[in-house]
Nanobody, 131 residues
Framework: QVTVTDSGGGLVQAGGSLRLSCAIS????????MGWVRQAPEKEREFVAS????????HYSASVKGRFTISRDNAQNTVYLQMNGLRADDTAVYYC????????????????????????WGQGTQVTVSS
């Protein structure tokens, strides 16, 4: 059984920083990709950042590019999201996600969760940025 545990959210002033963590546990589980998705009240869900396990390639949404950095620790099967220059519109619940692709062509899909992937989700961590 695979478990995704995300953490690190909190309250921070605009311009500040937070680092989110996402740990995966599961016997011999290796994801094809991991990422962060955020959901703010009355806004559409946004795919914020992702990283592929085979290439270490990363992707960021336009709204966070240059401010957020996704990285991974292979030994710990953990992914981090370093968030700098936080703004009030970054306020949201951030969900970590991990996936294993359902088709070989999806292995390099980076800008979204591959459509036929098996997907696991964390419980979400609240990030609140005060202006």
């Amino acid at each position: 059984q695979v478990t995704v545990t995300d953490s690190g959210g909190g309250l921070v002033q605009a311009g500040g920083s937070l680092r989110l963590s996402c740990a995966i546990s599961g016997r011999a589980f290796i994801p094809d990709g991991m990422g962060w998705v955020r959901q703010a009240p009355e806004k559409e869900r946004e795919f914020v950042a992702s990283i592929l396990w085979n290439t270490n390639n990363t992707h960021y949404s336009a709204s966070v590019k240059g401010r957020f950095t996704i990285s991974r620790d292979n030994a710990q099967n953990t992914v981090y999201l370093q968030m700098n220059g936080l703004r009030a519109d970054d306020t949201a619940v951030y969900y970590c996600t991990a996936w294993q692709v359902g088709a070989s062509w999806e292995r390099n899909v980076l800008t979204t969760i591959p459509p036929s992937a098996n997907v696991w989700w964390g419980q979400g961590t609240q990030v609140t940025v005060s202006s």
